[in-house]
């Protein structure tokens, strides 16, 4: 039976990566819910913070249109 210490090390090793393009972030994560309110800040923007390289607040919606996602 696994322990909490490998189930814990697994699902961060297979949810954190190095930071990468916003694309390659969003294709890696397969999706990223959109969080219309900002309290401490809308949850794509903290789940893209420490994913992404150079992201910054609202650069999902500002470049999604352009990421050609399938």
């Known amino acids: 039976m696994p322990t909490v210490k490998s189930l814990r090390s697994h699902a961060i090793s297979h949810s954190l990566f ?3 393009t916003l694309k390659s ?3 890696r ?3 990223v819910q ?3 309110i900002r309290s401490p800040a ?3 923007d903290l789940i893209l913070r420490q994913r992404v390289e150079n992201y910054r ?4 919606e500002r470049h999604y249109p352009n990421l050609n996602i399938g």
Do not use: M
Not at 57 to 60: E, I, T
């Open 18 to 20: 190095s930071p990468t």
């Open 34 to 36: 959109a969080d219309p």
């Open 57 to 60: 607040a609202g650069d999902l």
């Open 25 to 27: 972030a969003v294709e």
């Open 42 to 44: 809308r949850a794509q």
């Open 29 to 31: 994560l397969k999706f």
